[in-house]
């Protein structure tokens, strides 16, 4: 993993070498723009304190300037006859056209300005490369200071992005030291605004686990509870069964005990499924689920145990399939506890009626229905939770079954409702989101 604190020194190091290289180009052309004026007005002046008449041997001035290498100087008369040549450059044109002109030779380019003065005319020569190296002079001595601040630049750089990344050290830090039952939020008081997204994403992060952790203690609580009674219920039959008298008590006690364990090995597959659609759950995959086919191959399992009963039950579906996105294991352990939960309370010669369809909003929905005793009112959301049964409930049941469906119906976004149905009895309505809708 790379560090922040190395990316961010190299990209300001870059920034800071890449400005200085910019500025030094900047500096070196506008350096050599005032040394090309500056040597062209040299060349001006010279030209001009040149004696208007002259005279041989030169004046001490003309050969001062001349005895300069990079100063080419030559005069003519007006028939063309060369009056004075300061050193021979036989790369430099015989004679120039009058004003400043560019002459390209072997060893560079030269400026070149003449000018006539009477009968005379004066001619002034000088290298490119002369002006260049002063211009080069004048950049370093700009640029040097850059260069010699650059280490302290470094420095403060690296003072000033550690004291920048300080605050997500300290967060870190925080996080370190706490254990693992300390879920409270951190404080984002004093941080920077880059900072505090991170920490308010962990403080949802911890928000979260402690209500997932809280979940879970309940329902390990709860499950306790249930388990509880069953489990002394079967210890008692045992005990029954070990002190039976005859063949006859020890048969009874035995059927007593088989019914006993058969609640029990259904209480535990309701708390594994309830464990499955805890938050924080693996949860599987999810895809399209056509609900008709859901809850056709409900009603066909359960109808062998409806008909034993004497309950009819019955599914009706529309033209139009409908389907959700989810998990279809889920899905048919809803549907199945709805229909176990309708068959369970209804009496014989009721009517349980399964069906699929489309919501108003365009969402997918299913209905359970009976004509059983229904729910009161009051009573329609304590029986949600887990392990809660009514007063009229019959003997047998754990309380999870509508805790399940609620479990999985949230978990796929849906809504759950239960209405009384028209005429007596229970509805019980899921309706899921159209964003869900294949």
């Known amino acids: 993993m790379q560090s922040i604190r190395k990316t961010l020194l190299w990209w300001l190091a870059g920034g800071l070498l890449a400005a200085i290289v910019v500025a030094t180009g900047l500096i070196y052309a506008q350096a050599r723009q ?39 100087i030559r005069i003519w008369d007006d028939t063309g006859r060369s009056l004075y040549l300061s050193h021979a450059r036989p790369d430099l044109p015989a004679r120039a056209a009058l004003g400043f002109s560019d002459v390209r ?26 002006r260049h190296e002063v211009a080069a002079r004048m950049a370093l001595r700009t640029v040097a200071p850059l260069l010699i601040l650059l280490p302290l630049l470094g420095w403060i750089v690296w003072l000033a992005v550690g004291r920048g990344l300080a605050p997500l050290g300290s967060v870190a ?16 008081q004093g941080l920077p605004d880059e900072i505090r997204p991170l920490t308010n994403a962990l403080n949802d992060l911890l928000a979260r686990l402690g209500a997932a952790l809280a979940h879970q203690r309940a329902f390990v609580a709860d499950a306790a509870h249930a388990l509880r009674t069953p489990l002394a219920a079967l210890k008692l039959q045992l ?40 938050p924080g759950a693996a949860d599987t995959q999810r895809a399209p689920v056509a609900l008709d086919a859901v809850a056709a191959d409900v009603v066909a399992e359960l109808s062998p145990a409806a008909m034993h009963k004497g309950i009819d039950l019955g599914i009706a579906m529309e033209s139009q399939p409908a389907s959700v996105t989810g998990n279809g294991d889920a899905l048919r352990v809803l549907l199945v506890n709805l229909v176990d939960n309708a068959l369970n309370y209804c009496p014989r010669g009721a009517r349980v009626d399964v069906s699929t369809g489309h ?18 009112a009051e009573e329609r959301e304590r029986v949600l939770d887990r392990f809660y049964r009514p007063a009229q409930a ?37 309706r899921f989101p159209f964003k869900a809708a294949a």
Request: aromatic share 4%.
């Open 359 to 376: 919501a108003p909003d365009g969402g997918a929905q299913l209905v359970v229905e009976d004509n059983g005793p229904g729910i009161p």
């Open 34 to 72: 005032e040394a090309n004026a500056l040597f062209d007005y040299q060349m001006q002046q010279v030209a001009a304190a040149l004696p208007s008449q002259w005279i041989d041997p030169p004046p001490p001035a003309l050969a001062a300037i001349a005895g300069d290498d990079d100063v080419v």
């Open 394 to 430: 019959p003997t047998g049941g754990s309380g999870l079954g509508l805790a399940i469906v609620r479990e999985i119906a949230q978990g796929h976004d849906a809504t759950l409702a239960l209405e009384e149905r028209e005429g007596g009895g229970l509805r019980v309505v899921l």
């Open 105 to 130: 030779t072997p060893e560079g380019p030269w400026r070149v300005y003449s000018v006539a003065y009477g009968p005379a005319v004066v001619q002034i020569a000088q290298p490119y490369s002369a």
């Open 239 to 278: 005990q029954v069964a070990d002190r039976a008298q005859d063949e006859d008590e020890r048969r009874a006690a035995h059927a007593d005990l088989h019914r006993g364990v058969e609640r029990m090995i259904r209480l535990v597959g309701q708390l594994l499924t309830l464990a499955r659609q805890e």
């Open 173 to 188: 830090k925080q996080v370190q030291a706490r254990d693992a039952a300390a879920l409270s939020p951190l404080p984002t």
